[in-house]
């Protein structure tokens, strides 16, 4: 058939139904169909598969542990600059477990209890857990600076307790196996009837600082009184009945909020318990996480875009910012603006009972100042940042490092002989990365149950976009041209006779026959010629 005996007309109408009814589908129908479908997968009702996982995490998340070593302390005894060594790492299986869980239909909310527990890896690490390291004395140095700092009466008493309970008293540093402690516990002699002695065993019980070993001994370890143990009773929303609210902490031990920091605002629980995020989020959202380690709530800021095993993420990253001059944020503060912790730390001393300094490792993004104050730091990105790999439609962190240094606040203590000389510094102590990555296996969900349903999506946005456009505007210029387009038809000229007179005798009419009329019979279709004949005379 002849294109121009086509409907173009029809063609062109259906072109752009294609169109149209490809655009509802990408636009409409398959985001409102995916996000259904992504609603029920992640939401925390029982029988969900991302119910199971955040009950038990399937996999362990790798926990790695580097101390500093200090290799002068009598020099520092005497005021001088500390050095440091950072080694490790010790490497353990971190698992996450949540039991005795309990759901609340008519407040969406979900309880629990937590339970975290360390598997030393030695196949793994860096060190065997037995080597002997030089550290601030995490106890003596913890209660004198503390004391000295908040409770100055009370020196006079504490200070004879410590000479009591840690009997030679001869340096601000103790020389310790490593596993010991990390996990297996430093013993402390409590059974001296002085009521100095016992006041102070007393208050580093009811602070969490020790734990009972037996009716004379405690125990001290920076990680050993929370192996295998209970880790909290949780409230958090299920997301059913608002999306946005998947996961985040409604309570803690019963307490709807902190009472910790000097302002409400900085005792709000803020997030998530950083296992599980909301979906549909976007790059203006914070992944927001509290943690109970350090009684507060850290927002991760998105970065750039990412890729994780050949999938497009986007790169968020957490920055501790700079209290002095955030006034949202000077309940965090001892005294703002002018007392507050150096740019990129946090004073942990509210929430842990000593004078702890929270930073990333090495004061990696911090004040400059903090690692001109001790040699042997070496910040660096890649390996002191805090970042995560996250894809927003699905809420799912793929890749993930969470970095942060405990340091002490180091000072001199007045009046004392042994301790009056130390310098006033920030001292690391230790630092600990907890971090996942998911293998092929769980990426593989991921690219299947999302990433081939967008590709998917786009391939008929595309197709319908690009027929419906080219076909539509194809079809109306065939058909405006057929309509304007005429019929070439040539025209007949009738013939006259030629009447004129020719020379001689002879007259011939010619008679010149039209070129388009056939010819009847051979030799018609020439002119005939007519002979004239003389007249006769007439006959009266």
Request: glycine share 8%.
């Amino acid at each position: 058939m002849d294109l121009k005996d086509k409907n173009w007309k029809k063609i062109g109408l259906i072109c752009v139904a294609v169109l149209v009814c490809g655009l509802v589908f990408s636009y409409g129908i398959f985001p409102a169909i995916l996000r259904f479908m992504i609603k029920q997968n992640v939401l925390l009702k029982p029988g969900t598969q991302i119910r199971d996982m955040f009950e038990k995490i399937p996999f362990p998340l790798d926990f790695k542990l580097h101390l500093f070593n200090v290799t002068n302390p009598d020099e520092v005894m005497r005021g001088g600059k500390p050095h440091v060594n950072d080694i490790g790492p010790l490497y353990f299986e971190e698992w996450k477990e949540k039991y005795d869980t309990v759901d609340n239909v008519e407040e969406d909310t979900l309880t629990f209890t937590l339970r975290n527990t360390w598997i030393f890896r030695p196949d793994l690490s860096a060190l065997t857990g037995e080597e002997i390291i030089t550290v601030p004395h995490p106890l003596i140095m913890g209660v004198l600076l503390t004391v000295q700092r908040d409770r100055e009466a009370m020196m006079p008493l504490v200070k004879k307790g410590v000479n009591i309970l840690f009997d030679p008293l001869e340096s601000a540093f103790l020389k310790v196996r490593i596993m010991d402690l990390l996990f297996d516990g430093i013993y402390v002699d409590c059974s001296s009837h002085d009521f100095s002695a016992k006041a102070l065993c007393s208050g580093m019980d009811s602070e969490g600082a020790v734990s009972p070993y037996n009716e004379t001994h405690y125990k001290f370890s920076f990680f050993g009184m929370r192996n295998h143990t209970e880790a909290g009773r949780w409230v958090v929303y299920r997301g059913v009945k608002n999306i946005r609210d998947l996961g985040r902490v409604v309570s803690y031990n019963e307490e709807t909020e902190m009472d910790i920091w000097d302002g409400d605002e900085c005792n709000q629980y803020i997030g998530t318990d950083s296992t599980i995020f909301p979906p549909f989020l976007t790059t203006a959202d914070r992944l927001w996480a509290w943690s109970p380690e350090i009684c507060r709530s850290l927002g991760a800021h998105y970065v750039h875009k990412s890729k994780y095993a050949g999938l497009p993420m986007s790169y968020f990253e957490l920055d501790f910012g700079d209290l002095k001059n955030e006034p949202h944020n000077h309940c965090f503060c001892r005294d703002p603006p002018d007392d507050c912790p150096p740019k990129g730390t946090m004073d942990l001393s509210p929430c842990l009972g000593g004078p702890i300094i929270g930073s990333k490792p090495h004061f990696y993004g911090a004040d400059p100042k903090l690692v001109e104050d001790v040699a042997g730091l070496a910040p660096n990105k890649e390996a002191h940042d805090v970042y995560i790999h996250f894809e927003l439609f699905t809420g799912s962190p793929v890749s993930a490092a969470k970095r942060l240094q405990f340091s002490m606040e180091l000072g001199p203590i007045r009046d004392h002989e042994l301790f009056d000389k130390l310098p006033e510094v920030i001292l690391p102590m230790f630092w600990a990365e907890e971090g996942a990555s998911l293998n092929k296996t769980w990426t593989n969900q991921l690219k299947y149950q999302l990433f081939l349903g967008l590709k998917f999506n786009a391939v008929v946005k595309w197709l319908t976009i690009l027929i419906g456009t080219a076909g539509a505007i194809g079809s109306a210029f065939m058909y405006f041209r057929k309509d304007a387009k005429t019929t070439d038809v040539a025209p007949v000229e009738a013939s006259t006779p030629d009447t004129s007179p020719s020379s001689g005798k002879q007259q011939v009419v010619n008679v010149a026959l039209g070129k388009n009329l056939p010819p009847v019979i051979d030799g018609l279709d020439k002119p005939p010629k007519l002979t004239a004949v003389e007249p006769r005379p007439e006959r009266y």
